[in-house]
């Protein structure tokens, strides 16, 4: 079982930039692929960011390629979303995700999910 407790969300002007984090509970943390996924209203939660349990690969969504990037610390077991240049179409709930196996954008197939935290990006 992983708990997943996401913070850093807020109000930000378009162009700026905000850090999310997320904190894992558990001695397992390092075996878990973690992932970003966000939910705007009336709208799917689509996948934003995967990274794997080992650090050797990411995978970001193109909609916000170049703009946003994942980051991992298994030591801390913590997992962070950093992102830049933010538009309005990026507002949303940000999720942090947890899987077994190798990040997929797919949402079904993430075992654990946090809460959420608001991002507002005004223009």
């Known amino acids: 079982q992983v708990q997943l407790v996401e913070s850093g969300g807020g109000l930000v002007q378009a162009g700026g930039s905000l850090r999310l984090s997320c904190a894992a509970s558990?001695?397992?943390?390092?075996?878990?692929?973690m992932g970003w996924f966000r939910q705007a209203p009336g709208k799917e939660r689509e996948f934003v960011a995967g990274?794997?349990?080992?650090?050797?690969?990411?995978n970001i969504a193109d909609s916000v390629k170049g703009r946003f990037t994942i980051s991992r610390d298994n030591a801390k077991n913590t997992v962070a979303l950093q992102m830049n240049n933010l538009k309005p179409e990026d507002t949303a709930v940000y999720y942090c995700?947890?899987?077994?196996?190798?990040?997929?954008?797919?949402?079904?197939?993430?075992?654990?999910w946090g809460q959420g935290t608001q991002v507002t990006v005004s223009s």
């Open positions: 995700a947890a899987a077994p196996s190798v990040p997929s954008v797919v949402a079904g197939t993430w075992a654990f």
């Open positions: 558990g001695h397992t943390f390092s075996t878990y692929s």
């Open positions: 990274i794997s349990r080992s650090l050797s690969s990411t």
